[in-house]
């Protein structure tokens, strides 16, 4: 009996981290893909392959989640506004994204 209830805890945190890398994948291809222009255009991000120079370094800026909402939605300085071309859930999707790759340095 003690078993199942840590089978359990175990299944549960892994289905949390195979969500988790779905959604970091899916906010990577919006990165570098979907958005147009691509953000790798613009910034420096080494999880993606990124090494722009118009826009701040990610890496170095490590911007919370608001932030990246905030910018991507309505733009900030050249940086256009995605607001009408990306979805709410992938701007969520892309700030979660820059978050969890540029907060644990």
């Known amino acids: 009996m003690k078993r199942q209830p840590q089978t359990l805890m175990v299944a549960s945190l892994t ?6 890398h779905a959604d970091n994948e899916s906010g990577r291809a919006i ?4 958005a147009q222009p691509s953000c790798t255009i613009c910034h420096t991000l080494a ?3 990124a090494s722009g120079s118009i826009g701040p370094n990610l890496d170095e800026l ?6 990246v909402i905030r910018a991507v939605t309505s733009g900030v300085g050249v940086m256009p506004a995605f607001e009408e071309s990306l ?18 340095k």
Do not use: C, K, W
């Open 15 to 20: 289905l949390a981290l195979q969500t988790a």
């Open 62 to 67: 490590r911007p919370n989640r608001d932030q």
């Open 87 to 104: 979805t709410e859930s992938q701007i969520q999707a892309v700030a979660d994204y820059v978050v969890s790759v540029t907060s644990a």
């Open 31 to 34: 990165f570098t893909e979907v």
């Open 47 to 49: 999880d993606a392959g």
